[in-house]
């Protein structure tokens, strides 16, 4: 798992409870304090009104639909908003645009959400249907019946097969791999359970099982979780604890935490910006109207007589909101719309990225959150796992000292170490059960096994015994493990190939063939491993009948323990684990002792005791564990190797270059950490220092370095982008996780090409957006001062309902889903490019001012050159052209074609699709309007296009066009100019880039044989491509 | 997300390699470079100076002589009669002497001209229903709300053509008189039909159909607009393509204007004969007024406007100029850019790192 970061001031985790949280609470009638129920006694368990097993994951049902759905998009700030619009616009007086301005964009957003809403409550309502028809065996009336799973209640006994799901938390009775210790007809005849009420909790169940007059103590170890599924089990028997929404699956679900990127944030505060910024326009207009009332509107009464009771101060009073409707384009609807849009297309792009596809286990990457894109290319803070994700987590068994000696290297006679590969393979054919993938090259240690090295042949059998690995042996001599870690797995195999054969386990023995030769151990205790013991043993008794307790941990726990007989022997091994480390091996050390008869009887009297214990049982196991692994004799020590994944070095050197920092949290010794560090590149000499202090923390003993500790638990709780790598790594992380794909090398392609372009598209994006917008509403502000501050809109109604939802939506969401700077080879090649994302250089506070300052400029040109250029002047045949709607016309055009060369001028990548959208928008914006203003249309809607003939009768003067060729310039020229300017003055990481880029496929294309030979290498790859498609 | 697709094998999952999926689409990537962006610079201010210079020397033949008569010649008398609202329905003309100098080649158009006229305020133009002015019977015995306050009369009666529009029509007349150097006055013959737009005349206005009766019959039940001296119906006897809601003066103020100064066409010069057919000989002239639109109201003022009209349309000096502007701009910007990139980016150190 891997969490990415932006900036430390934006870890503010939301979570939001959603309502299908809400609906689990309605289940409850009354607040549950202790669950209590029988087994296999229906009537007594449904008097408590338990859930049953049914689970309802979908939010709606046909009648709820839509008030439950429009009320929940109500709730959305921007929905409710425009609604508010709306309903202003149903007051004549205010009504400044016809209802179908605001109504039809509206009805759009909230159908498209509704349909998305829709078929996802479908897909919810299917899941549901499947999982609660699933069949089960449930035991009812003393006989075994197939029932569904929504049948099942708190109580029943189920009976579960291999390769089943399990249905409900169930308590564990009996299965085919233990033996049981009570008989289910007891259980069913008069089990009673007592335990806690549901809850999220994963980790912890506390409960009491009271059975014939006893009390049996329950806890996590002996609970099956519904969401599971039966391996490796023929069969096993369960009574069901928690059903249906109480299960600690559905506990868990449902509450989701809405991650939001730096650039909603940005965004949320500009919208706020905005709205002060339009509340203060539409103060200044509506002063200007009161002003204008008083001074001309009172003594143009006998033309435009006041309604009853108004006065300029009413007046003045309804233009601000007037004008809060005219201006409301500002924020327009379709902006979440189109940015939700942007960000599902560049999750697409992920999903469909072949260059993230795994072909080994046919994985290909997975965007599993659709709003974080453009946060990846903005990530400042990487923070990793080792194992699983740098590492593929496959374990081999590489080195090992026994005894003071080492084995698993090999030097040549000078004393020069020789690469393994190099040499041949120790010949394991001999032993007819040893794994056949096993590799190992020092032939001195079978040697030394198979000449009857007592400790050689100790070391062996504490690998064999000390463990919690699962055998299968499906065909005689074909052996499976089933490892719970890799390491375990490799070392239980390695003991394998040696001679000791771990073959078969039941509750209270251990089968091992040794050399040949089947030896049943009766298994004692199995004192378990956990993060803070960080060992593990095991107590058998051989044959012989010898009582010995094997244990293997961490070398430091380890040596702690040791009988001070061993000093002599420990030291030679601590030399030799330094050496494994230093190689960043994966270091266990080994010991064992020998315990006595009745030392071990009165242990295990007081170790049932404990385990049984309601109160503090942890702690007294604990001791006792403490009590019995003192005075161990060691054994010697194992090196395990976890290999690296492809290209994780240069993944991270990358990375680096790109300035990104990455923490690795790791488990392993320090020495261990710091060689990987410097074998992934990611430490160098002079970073050293550093390091250390990391790795102090790591192990928590530095009281300095605590609070670097809790801030990273912090981060790592907070806000963040998590990425799992599927395959090795459980499916948990991957579960949980935003991105998942399965190789760490990945990380760079999704941050330096899918992060920075999405970030890059977002930002250009919100820039242009706002500027459309901007442009758009200020030309209505500066007609104002013309019109006497009355609201009256500049452009037709109509083309203000299109313009953001048609005329100009394509173009921009072609180049927000297309747009690359330079494409991916490039991105690769200059990592530095990914350094704005992180200062947030594309889109901020700054760059939104220059944004409105330039909207500003350019609406005062829209404007006041076509004023100036048509207010006086007449048709070539005298006829009306100043009129409102030949105007309106002009306006509107003059405002599209220079918004779509500014696209033109932002668009940096032009495929055919950009082409289209621009062209077809175009082409689109003058068909509509012919077809709008045609005879037919006043004909049939005759108040709705009351602009008949306007378009045929001023687009086909010169002197319009000629309008509109000198807006366009005045609009394009500067900005042109002044990015001219910065090119060359101050060029940017992304102009130097695109520039050589630029040359170095013109130098290819006109002079073949003087090419750079640099960039020749990235030429032909990308010359490779193109041919490829 | 990716769907469940058909596939099935060891590379069932693998991504489509498209061009499109694999975000390789073929695509030109166009740079500000100097030798696209200069050239454009300098071509431009070329285009602009050219079209700048043409346009001016367009704008150049035409002539326009602009008269305001608010208080001008003898209607400084009218101008303080129409100040007192009771002698609304007093008739008041006068006269307007002014010469010509040059004459007026060509078409002569012939404008009045209103300053400080909102007809772009936002009530005034709803007021109006173009249901009722497309002849739709409906709409011409009930009105649409929009055109309250002047919906219906005092007596209940609807309004036909209804609205704060219609209601304000400019009603001043004009007839001109042009007296040679020699010989007698001449009255100036004005083509008062053919000049609104043609959609205008033929689809968006038309009279309600009259099923054999006559215009006046159709109109009954309506009343005039309280401001009119004469009924929709009466607006020209003479002339049924004229009368009603398709009479050209309507339809012209109609049209409402963009800005609160404007002018609108009266008439069109009738070139048939002498001394016209060649346009307006210089001499001097009389503007005899009918004078009965208040202005003083809303302080606002009264003109004629006489012009010759070319293919750019009327006497405009602001695009040529604009252009020649923009022109010497560009030319400006042109030559900074270029000693630019002469002395920063021509051997693009800055652009490489």
Redesign the interface.
Same mark, same amino acid.
């Given at each position: 798992m891997l969490y990415l970061y932006k900036i430390k001031q934006h870890f503010s985790p939301i979570a939001v409870a959603t309502s299908s949280s809400l609906s689990a609470g309605f289940f409850y009638f009354f607040t549950e304090e202790e669950r209590l129920f029988r087994a296999n006694d229906r009537p007594f368990n449904l008097s408590y009104h338990y859930a049953d097993n049914a689970i309802k994951t979908s939010k709606y049902n046909l009648f709820t639909f839509l008030p439950l759905n429009l009320f929940e998009q109500f709730q959305r700030l921007a929905n409710a908003y425009f609604l508010f619009l709306m309903a202003l616009q149903v007051i004549p007086q205010i009504s400044?645009l016809s209802w179908f301005t605001t109504a039809v964009p509206l009805i759009l957003v909230l159908s498209i959400t509704a349909v998305k809403d829709a078929s996802d409550d479908i897909n919810r309502h299917k899941s549901d249907k499947q999982v609660n028809n699933r069949m089960v065996k449930v035991l009812i009336d003393g006989e075994l019946r197939n029932e569904k799973w929504l049948n099942v209640q708190v109580g029943d006994i189920i009976k579960l097969e291999n390769n089943q799901f399990v249905t409900a938390d169930l308590m564990l009775l009996s299965s085919s791999e233990t033996v049981c210790f009570i008989t289910l007809t007891s259980i069913a005849l008069s089990g009673e359970v007592r335990c806690e009420p549901p809850n999220n909790r994963l980790d912890k169940f506390k409960g009491t099982l009271t059975l014939d007059g006893q009390t049996y103590s329950l806890d996590n170890d002996k609970v099956l979780l519904r969401g599971c599924t039966l391996r490796n089990t023929e069969w096993c028997f369960g009574l069901v604890i928690f059903g249906g929404p109480d299960t600690k699956l559905m506990q868990n679900s449902g509450k989701t935490t809405f991650k939001r990127t730096s650039i909603d944030h940005l965004m949320n505060v500009l919208v706020l910006c905005i709205f002060g910024f339009l509340a203060s326009m539409c103060t200044v207009l509506a002063i200007g109207n009161g002003i204008w009332e008083v001074r001309?509107g009172s003594?143009?009464t006998?033309?435009?007589?006041r309604?009853p009771g108004a006065n300029a101060a009413l007046s003045s009073f309804l233009s601000f909101w007037?004008y809060i409707i005219i201006l409301n384009t500002l924020v327009p609807i379709s902006l979440y719309v189109s940015v939700e849009i942007i960000r599902l297309g560049n999750?697409?792009?992920i999903?469909?990225?072949?260059?993230m596809?795994y072909?080994k286990n046919?994985?290909?990457a997975?965007?599993?959150t659709t709003t974080l894109n453009e946060e990846l290319g903005q990530i400042k803070y990487i923070f990793s796992d080792k194992t699983g994700t740098l590492t593929q987590n496959i374990m081999t068994f590489n080195r090992c000292s026994i005894n003071g000696k080492a084995y698993g290297e090999l030097f040549d006679f000078s004393g020069q170490r020789v690469e393994i590969t190099e040499t041949a393979r120790v010949d394991f054919s001999w032993n007819q059960l040893a794994d056949p993938k096993f590799t190992f090259h020092d032939h001195s240690l079978l040697e030394t096994v198979r000449e009857g090295n007592p400790e050689a042949q100790a070391f062996f059998r504490l690998l064999a015994l000390c463990h919690t690995v699962m055998p299968e042996e499906k065909k005689e001599g074909e052996l499976y493990y089933q490892a719970q870690s890799p390491d375990e797995g490799a070392l239980v195999t390695a003991a394998r190939n040696f001679g000791f054969v771990f073959r078969s386990r039941t509750p209270e023995t251990i089968t091992a063939m040794e050399m040949g030769r089947t030896v049943t151990y009766e298994l004692l205790a199995v004192l378990d491993f956990n993060n803070v013991r960080k060992r593990m043993s095991v107590i058998v008794r051989n044959p012989e009948g010898k009582l010995t307790l094997y244990c293997k941990g961490a070398d430091t726990i380890i040596f702690e323990r040791l009988h001070p007989s061993c000093n002599k022997l420990k030291e030679a091994t601590i030399g030799h684990l330094n050496e494994y480390a230093g190689d960043g091996l994966r270091t266990l050390a080994l010991a064992y002792k020998d315990l006595d008869e009745s030392y071990m009887d009165e242990w295990r009297q007081r170790h049932h005791e404990a385990s049984t214990a309601m109160e503090g049982r942890e702690e007294r196991l604990d001791e006792l564990y403490e009590e019995i692994e003192k005075d161990l004799l060691l054994l010697g020590a194992t090196a395990v190797e976890d290999k690296l994944q492809d290209g994780v070095p240069q993944t991270i050197e990358q990375l680096a270059k790109a300035d990104i920092k990455i923490w690795v949290l790791t488990g392993d010794k320090q020495e261990t950490a710091e060689n990987i560090g410097y074998s992934c590149n990611m430490l160098r000499e002079e970073m050293k220092e550093i390091f250390v202090v990391a790795a102090n923390t790591a192990d928590g003993k530095q009281i300095t370095t605590t609070h670097i500790i809790s801030s990273i638990i912090y981060m790592i709780k907070a806000a963040h982008i998590g990425v799992g790598i599927s395959g090795q790594e459980g499916m948990q992380a991957v579960l949980s996780s935003d991105y998942s794909f399965a190789q760490f090398r990945y990380l760079q392609r999704l941050l330096l090409v899918h992060g920075r372009?999405s970030y890059l598209r977002m930002c250009k994006f919100l820039q242009y957006f706002f500027y459309k917008n901007f442009t758009f509403t200020f030309v209505h502000f500066w007609y104002a001062f013309?019109?006497?501050f009355?609201?009256?809109t500049v452009y037709d109604e109509w083309f203000i309902t299109l313009y953001n939802m048609v005329y100009t939506a394509l173009p921009v969401l072609g180049m927000s889903i297309?747009d690359?700077d330079v494409?991916?080879r490039w991105s690769f090649q200059y990592p530095q490019l990914y350094t704005p994302g992180q200062l947030n250089l594309y889109f901020s506070k700054k760059a939104f001012v220059l944004c409105m300052m330039h909207s500003c400029y350019s609406s005062l040109i829209l404007f006041f050159?076509p004023?100036?250029?048509?207010?006086?002047?007449?048709?070539?045949?005298?006829?009306?052209?100043?009129?409102?709607?030949?105007?309106?016309l002009l306006a509107q055009t003059c405002l599209l074609i220079v918004m779509n060369i500014q696209l033109c001028l932002d668009t940096?990548?032009?495929?055919?699709?950009n082409q289209f959208f621009v062209w077809g928008s175009l082409a689109a914006y003058f068909a509509i309007t012919f077809t709008m203003y045609s005879?037919g249309m006043?004909?049939i809607f005759?108040?709705s296009f009351?602009f008949?003939?306007t378009a045929?009768?001023s687009l086909s003067?010169?002197?319009v066009w000629?309008?509109i060729f /000198?807006t366009s310039? +005045?609009c394009i020229?500067?900005v042109?100019?002044s @990015?001219? /300017?910065f090119?060359? +003055?101050?060029?940017t990481i992304n102009?130097?880039v @695109?520039?050589?880029?630029?040359q170095t496929i013109a130098s290819l294309l006109y002079t073949p044989y003087s090419y750079n030979f640099k960039c020749w290498p990235l030429l032909v790859s990308s010359f490779k491509?193109?041919t490829?498609? | 997300?990716?769907k469940v697709k058909g596939k099935s094998g060891?590379?069932?999952?693998?991504?489509?390699?498209?061009?499109f999926?694999?975000?390789?689409?073929?695509?030109?990537?166009?740079?500000?470079?100097?030798t696209t962006?200069l050239p454009?610079?300098y071509l431009?201010a070329l285009i602009?100076m050219l079209?700048g210079v043409w346009?001016l020397l367009t704008v150049q033949s035409t002539q326009e002589i602009k008269l305001d008569y608010t208080e001008a010649g003898t209607c400084d008398m009218c101008f303080e009669k129409r100040k007192n609202v009771s002698n609304a329905a007093q008739i008041c003309t006068c006269t307007v002497v002014f010469p010509i100098k040059k004459a007026l080649k060509g078409?002569v158009?012939f404008?009045y001209g209103l300053q400080?006229?909102?007809?772009?305020?936002?009530?005034?133009?709803d007021?109006r229903?173009?249901?009722q002015m497309?002849g739709?019977k409906t709409n011409l015995k009930n009105p649409?709300s929009y055109c309250e306050?002047f919906m219906k009369d005092p007596n209940g009666l609807p309004i036909a053509p209804c609205g704060?529009v219609a209601?304000?029509i400019f009603n001043d007349t004009f007839t001109l008189t042009y007296h040679g150097s020699s010989g007698p006055s001449i009255p100036v013959p004005l083509l008062r039909k053919g000049?609104?737009?043609?959609?205008?005349k033929n689809?968006?206005y038309r009279n309600p159909k009259n099923d054999n009766m006559t215009l006046a019959q159709v109109f009954e039940g309506t009343a005039r607009p309280l401001y009119w001296q004469k009924p929709v119906y009466e607006l020209d006897l003479l002339d049924p393509t004229n009368n009603g809601f398709i009479n050209d003066d309507l339809i012209?103020w109609m049209?409402?204007?963009?800005?609160?100064?404007?002018?609108?066409?009266y008439g069109?010069l009738y070139r048939a004969k002498q001394p016209f057919t060649k346009g307006l000989p210089a001499g001097n002239y009389t503007i005899n007024i009918s004078y009965n639109f208040?202005v003083q109201?809303?302080?606002g003022r009264k003109e004629v406007v006489l012009?010759t009209?070319?293919?750019?349309?009327?006497q405009?000096h602001?695009?040529p100029i604009?252009?020649l502007v923009?022109s010497c701009l560009?030319l400006l910007?042109a030559i900074?850019?270029t000693v630019?990139?002469w002395k920063?980016?021509k051997n693009?150190k800055?652009?490489?790192?």
């Amino acid at each position: 798992m891997l969490y990415l970061y932006k900036i430390k001031q934006h870890f503010s985790p939301i979570a939001v409870a959603t309502s299908s949280s809400l609906s689990a609470g309605f289940f409850y009638f009354f607040t549950e304090e202790e669950r209590l129920f029988r087994a296999n006694d229906r009537p007594f368990n449904l008097s408590y009104h338990y859930a049953d097993n049914a689970i309802k994951t979908s939010k709606y049902n046909l009648f709820t639909f839509l008030p439950l759905n429009l009320f929940e998009q109500f709730q959305r700030l921007a929905n409710a908003y425009f609604l508010f619009l709306m309903a202003l616009q149903v007051i004549p007086q205010i009504s400044s645009l016809s209802w179908f301005t605001t109504a039809v964009p509206l009805i759009l957003v909230l159908s498209i959400t509704a349909v998305k809403d829709a078929s996802d409550d479908i897909n919810r309502h299917k899941s549901d249907k499947q999982v609660n028809n699933r069949m089960v065996k449930v035991l009812i009336d003393g006989e075994l019946r197939n029932e569904k799973w929504l049948n099942v209640q708190v109580g029943d006994i189920i009976k579960l097969e291999n390769n089943q799901f399990v249905t409900a938390d169930l308590m564990l009775l009996s299965s085919s791999e233990t033996v049981c210790f009570i008989t289910l007809t007891s259980i069913a005849l008069s089990g009673e359970v007592r335990c806690e009420p549901p809850n999220n909790r994963l980790d912890k169940f506390k409960g009491t099982l009271t059975l014939d007059g006893q009390t049996y103590s329950l806890d996590n170890d002996k609970v099956l979780l519904r969401g599971c599924t039966l391996r490796n089990t023929e069969w096993c028997f369960g009574l069901v604890i928690f059903g249906g929404p109480d299960t600690k699956l559905m506990q868990n679900s449902g509450k989701t935490t809405f991650k939001r990127t730096s650039i909603d944030h940005l965004m949320n505060v500009l919208v706020l910006c905005i709205f002060g910024f339009l509340a203060s326009m539409c103060t200044v207009l509506a002063i200007g109207n009161g002003i204008w009332e008083v001074r001309e509107g009172s003594v143009f009464t006998a033309f435009l007589p006041r309604e009853p009771g108004a006065n300029a101060a009413l007046s003045s009073f309804l233009s601000f909101w007037s004008y809060i409707i005219i201006l409301n384009t500002l924020v327009p609807i379709s902006l979440y719309v189109s940015v939700e849009i942007i960000r599902l297309g560049n999750s697409f792009f992920i999903d469909w990225d072949r260059k993230m596809y795994y072909p080994k286990n046919d994985t290909p990457a997975q965007a599993r959150t659709t709003t974080l894109n453009e946060e990846l290319g903005q990530i400042k803070y990487i923070f990793s796992d080792k194992t699983g994700t740098l590492t593929q987590n496959i374990m081999t068994f590489n080195r090992c000292s026994i005894n003071g000696k080492a084995y698993g290297e090999l030097f040549d006679f000078s004393g020069q170490r020789v690469e393994i590969t190099e040499t041949a393979r120790v010949d394991f054919s001999w032993n007819q059960l040893a794994d056949p993938k096993f590799t190992f090259h020092d032939h001195s240690l079978l040697e030394t096994v198979r000449e009857g090295n007592p400790e050689a042949q100790a070391f062996f059998r504490l690998l064999a015994l000390c463990h919690t690995v699962m055998p299968e042996e499906k065909k005689e001599g074909e052996l499976y493990y089933q490892a719970q870690s890799p390491d375990e797995g490799a070392l239980v195999t390695a003991a394998r190939n040696f001679g000791f054969v771990f073959r078969s386990r039941t509750p209270e023995t251990i089968t091992a063939m040794e050399m040949g030769r089947t030896v049943t151990y009766e298994l004692l205790a199995v004192l378990d491993f956990n993060n803070v013991r960080k060992r593990m043993s095991v107590i058998v008794r051989n044959p012989e009948g010898k009582l010995t307790l094997y244990c293997k941990g961490a070398d430091t726990i380890i040596f702690e323990r040791l009988h001070p007989s061993c000093n002599k022997l420990k030291e030679a091994t601590i030399g030799h684990l330094n050496e494994y480390a230093g190689d960043g091996l994966r270091t266990l050390a080994l010991a064992y002792k020998d315990l006595d008869e009745s030392y071990m009887d009165e242990w295990r009297q007081r170790h049932h005791e404990a385990s049984t214990a309601m109160e503090g049982r942890e702690e007294r196991l604990d001791e006792l564990y403490e009590e019995i692994e003192k005075d161990l004799l060691l054994l010697g020590a194992t090196a395990v190797e976890d290999k690296l994944q492809d290209g994780v070095p240069q993944t991270i050197e990358q990375l680096a270059k790109a300035d990104i920092k990455i923490w690795v949290l790791t488990g392993d010794k320090q020495e261990t950490a710091e060689n990987i560090g410097y074998s992934c590149n990611m430490l160098r000499e002079e970073m050293k220092e550093i390091f250390v202090v990391a790795a102090n923390t790591a192990d928590g003993k530095q009281i300095t370095t605590t609070h670097i500790i809790s801030s990273i638990i912090y981060m790592i709780k907070a806000a963040h982008i998590g990425v799992g790598i599927s395959g090795q790594e459980g499916m948990q992380a991957v579960l949980s996780s935003d991105y998942s794909f399965a190789q760490f090398r990945y990380l760079q392609r999704l941050l330096l090409v899918h992060g920075r372009w999405s970030y890059l598209r977002m930002c250009k994006f919100l820039q242009y957006f706002f500027y459309k917008n901007f442009t758009f509403t200020f030309v209505h502000f500066w007609y104002a001062f013309f019109c006497g501050f009355s609201a009256q809109t500049v452009y037709d109604e109509w083309f203000i309902t299109l313009y953001n939802m048609v005329y100009t939506a394509l173009p921009v969401l072609g180049m927000s889903i297309f747009d690359q700077d330079v494409n991916d080879r490039w991105s690769f090649q200059y990592p530095q490019l990914y350094t704005p994302g992180q200062l947030n250089l594309y889109f901020s506070k700054k760059a939104f001012v220059l944004c409105m300052m330039h909207s500003c400029y350019s609406s005062l040109i829209l404007f006041f050159i076509p004023w100036a250029a048509m207010h006086d002047t007449v048709r070539d045949d005298g006829k009306d052209l100043a009129d409102y709607q030949s105007f309106a016309l002009l306006a509107q055009t003059c405002l599209l074609i220079v918004m779509n060369i500014q696209l033109c001028l932002d668009t940096y990548y032009w495929t055919a699709v950009n082409q289209f959208f621009v062209w077809g928008s175009l082409a689109a914006y003058f068909a509509i309007t012919f077809t709008m203003y045609s005879n037919g249309m006043f004909l049939i809607f005759t108040s709705s296009f009351p602009f008949i003939g306007t378009a045929r009768n001023s687009l086909s003067q010169p002197s319009v066009w000629l309008t509109i060729f /000198l807006t366009s310039l +005045l609009c394009i020229l500067p900005v042109v100019a002044s @990015r001219f /300017l910065f090119v060359q +003055l101050r060029p940017t990481i992304n102009d130097k880039v @695109r520039c050589h880029m630029t040359q170095t496929i013109a130098s290819l294309l006109y002079t073949p044989y003087s090419y750079n030979f640099k960039c020749w290498p990235l030429l032909v790859s990308s010359f490779k491509e193109v041919t490829i498609t | 997300m990716g769907k469940v697709k058909g596939k099935s094998g060891p590379l069932a999952r693998r991504p489509d390699n498209s061009a499109f999926k694999q975000q390789r689409l073929p695509a030109w990537s166009p740079m500000l470079t100097a030798t696209t962006v200069l050239p454009f610079f300098y071509l431009m201010a070329l285009i602009c100076m050219l079209l700048g210079v043409w346009l001016l020397l367009t704008v150049q033949s035409t002539q326009e002589i602009k008269l305001d008569y608010t208080e001008a010649g003898t209607c400084d008398m009218c101008f303080e009669k129409r100040k007192n609202v009771s002698n609304a329905a007093q008739i008041c003309t006068c006269t307007v002497v002014f010469p010509i100098k040059k004459a007026l080649k060509g078409d002569v158009f012939f404008y009045y001209g209103l300053q400080n006229f909102h007809q772009n305020l936002r009530r005034y133009m709803d007021s109006r229903d173009d249901a009722q002015m497309v002849g739709r019977k409906t709409n011409l015995k009930n009105p649409s709300s929009y055109c309250e306050p002047f919906m219906k009369d005092p007596n209940g009666l609807p309004i036909a053509p209804c609205g704060a529009v219609a209601n304000s029509i400019f009603n001043d007349t004009f007839t001109l008189t042009y007296h040679g150097s020699s010989g007698p006055s001449i009255p100036v013959p004005l083509l008062r039909k053919g000049i609104t737009w043609y959609t205008d005349k033929n689809v968006k206005y038309r009279n309600p159909k009259n099923d054999n009766m006559t215009l006046a019959q159709v109109f009954e039940g309506t009343a005039r607009p309280l401001y009119w001296q004469k009924p929709v119906y009466e607006l020209d006897l003479l002339d049924p393509t004229n009368n009603g809601f398709i009479n050209d003066d309507l339809i012209i103020w109609m049209r409402e204007a963009a800005f609160p100064n404007f002018k609108k066409l009266y008439g069109v010069l009738y070139r048939a004969k002498q001394p016209f057919t060649k346009g307006l000989p210089a001499g001097n002239y009389t503007i005899n007024i009918s004078y009965n639109f208040p202005v003083q109201y809303f302080r606002g003022r009264k003109e004629v406007v006489l012009t010759t009209l070319t293919w750019f349309g009327g006497q405009n000096h602001f695009l040529p100029i604009a252009y020649l502007v923009t022109s010497c701009l560009i030319l400006l910007i042109a030559i900074i850019l270029t000693v630019v990139w002469w002395k920063f980016g021509k051997n693009g150190k800055r652009l490489e790192e």
